[in-house]
């Protein structure tokens, strides 16, 4: 079953991890991510991961009384945001839970994992 991981960083780290010189707390978290990819690599239950661009530069499209509006960022307070995502073919929900859990004992960002519907919207 492929599962979506979407990883979460606090607003102001991305500020700072976005700046022309990364932070060597970025850095080290980059390098261990990494290990993590190459390790599902491995094991042929990693699809992709792609980082996400700023959300200052995010676009939202919304139906509204009249019609569809797309509106630009940042947004207002924002505490968190998605930085980036990444895709995994494993057996089960255990597993893609065993594999966030040891991404963020790592890394110390909340990460979301969501089912990726198949055919039908078939888990």
Known sequence: MKYLLLSYTPASDWDA?????????????FAAYQKFQEELEASGEFVTSEG???PAVSVTVRKSEG???ATDGPYAELKEVLASFAVIDVASQDRAVEIVSR???VLGEPMEIR???GENFAG
Do not use: N, Q, R
């Not at 991890?17 to 060597?24: S, V």
């Open 17 to 29: 991890e976005t700046a022309d010189e990364p932070t060597p707390d970025a850095l080290e978290a």
């Open 52 to 54: 996400l661009g700023h």
């Open 67 to 69: 019609g569809v509006v």
């Open 103 to 105: 991404m963020v004992e």
């Open 115 to 117: 089912p990726i519907m």
